[in-house]
């Protein structure tokens, strides 16, 4: 079975980092695009980042310079650093395999950037 | 970068109704074009990809069409299942891929 399981978030204080992991199964992160999609609290879906098959890399301008998406292939896991974080980066975040659409999904886990 | 309209932004139907949702490309993507469907506090499902393909799975009431700009999302038949929110989505050439703002779809 294809599958996304996020882990990570949590409440953390403006200019926090924290780690967002994202295991699959089912298929190999590395042979596929994977993306970052984030959702604030009762708002809609904003894609954040994403890493080709190539190791090529893309951020969303809200982003930039402060996140890094990355991947481990021996762990078939995904990953997003966040840094600086900032009180609009309050979201349910997700991972996703992208082939120009987004599937499956994980669960998401939520990021607080609260004081 | 590309932006997504989608109207309308909440509808109100009776079960068994036909259901119509547009969405809009600030740009021709092509069919480049794909629906969602998501439940409160569950992540997206992808319902349409490339403007009109159904996702395995996914009940046959739920069609889309479109192409360029403008494009269309149908339910034939409104199931109390089908209580969520819709979204668009564009994949044009190079990121970031955009989203619309939504449409929550609720039973009369």
């Known amino acids: 079975e294809v599958q996304l399981v996020e882990s990570g978030g949590g409440l953390i204080q403006p200019g926090g980092s924290l780690r967002l992991s994202c295991a699959a199964s089912?298929?190999?992160?590395?042979?596929?695009?994977m993306s970052w999609v984030r959702q604030a609290p009762g708002k809609g879906l904003e894609w954040v980042s994403v890493i080709y098959s190539g190791g090529s890399t893309y951020y969303a301008d809200s982003v930039k310079g402060r996140f890094t998406i990355s991947r481990d292939n021996s762990k078939n896991t995904l990953y997003l650093q966040m840094n600086s974080l900032r009180a609009e980066d309050t979201a349910v975040y997700y991972c996703a395999r992208d082939k120009g659409w987004f599937d499956p999904w994980g669960q998401g886990t939520l990021v607080t950037v609260s004081s | 970068d590309i932006q997504m309209t989608q109207s309308p932004s909440s509808l109100s139907a009776s079960v068994g109704d036909r259901v119509t949702i547009t969405c809009q490309a600030s740009q021709d993507i092509s069919n480049y074009l794909n629906w969602y469907q998501q439940k409160p506090g569950k992540a997206p499902k992808l319902l349409i990809y490339d403007a009109s393909n159904l996702e395995t799975g996914v009940p046959s009431r739920f069609s889309g069409s479109g192409s360029g700009t403008d494009f269309t999302f149908t339910i034939s038949s409104l199931q109390p299942e089908d209580i969520a929110t819709y979204y668009c989505q564009q994949y044009d050439n190079l990121p970031p891929k955009t989203f619309g703002p939504g449409t929550k779809v609720d039973i009369k």
């Open positions: 089912g298929f190999t992160v590395s042979s596929n695009y």
